[in-house]
């Protein structure tokens, strides 16, 4: 077993099964009732080497896999799937957090989204210190902005309303338009912001 091992890690790296090859060939198996010489039979792949893929004992080639794969009615690439995806998919450093700040210096946004979905939703960590103002242009036509006070009180002019917002309230106004958030208490504003680019209404929801 150790010498297989090795020639497994100097020379057949590329064709390394992921390892649920094993487990997925057999589950597929089994779910069409099929035996190990049902399935040797119809995919022409020895008895002895289906069970020794299904052990994970051996690294089959990718000729192998092809016919199996064709035997149980699926592909190569659901075959090498793995079962499930990892579960933590990306962690940054406080160091690796993206950071906005408004023109005056006063507010701090960090980018808590990632930088891939950026043109269909967008979420920050928003801070401002007193008297903070950020100005915003309008954002995508139907975009809305979602904002969840957790400390603090905002001032929020979206086209020509204007509204606020305290500690526990949650605000929701359209960022299609010219809007500005400024810091009218006398503590720092603290938020999560929430911004979902997509059209909402249609022409009704541009026009209106």
């Known amino acids: 077993m150790s010498t297989r091992r090795s020639r497994k890690d100097n020379s057949t790296r590329e064709q390394d099964p992921t390892p649920a090859l094993g487990k997925t060939i057999q589950r597929l198996r089994k779910a069409y009732n099929m035996s190990l010489g049902d399935l040797s039979e119809q995919s022409g792949v020895a008895k002895s080497i289906i069970s020794q893929i299904e052990r994970n004992e051996t690294n089959p080639t990718l000729s192998t896999v092809y016919r199996l794969s064709r035997a149980l009615d699926t592909t190569i690439d659901e075959v090498l799937r ?7 998919l990306e962690h940054q450093s406080r160091s690796g957090v993206p950071i906005l700040e408004s023109q005056d210096g006063l507010c701090r946004l960090a980018i808590a989204g990632p930088l891939n979905l950026v043109e269909q939703v ?18 995508p036509p139907g975009t809305v ?11 929020v002019t979206s086209g020509e309303v204007t509204t606020r917002a305290q500690t526990g309230e ?5 960022g299609d338009l010219p809007h500005r958030i400024v810091n009218v208490g006398t503590g720092e504003a603290h938020a999560t912001m929430v911004l979902v680019l997509r059209q909402l209404g249609g ?3 541009v026009e209106s």
């Open 82 to 88: 793995t079962e499930s995806p990892p579960v933590f």
């Open 122 to 139: 967008q979420w920050y960590d928003f801070r401002a210190k007193p008297l903070g103002v950020l100005e915003s242009d309008p954002h």
């Open 145 to 155: 902005e979602h904002l969840y006070m957790l400390g603090g009180e905002i001032e």
């Open 170 to 174: 949650t605000l929701r106004f359209r």
């Open 203 to 205: 022409r009704e929801a």
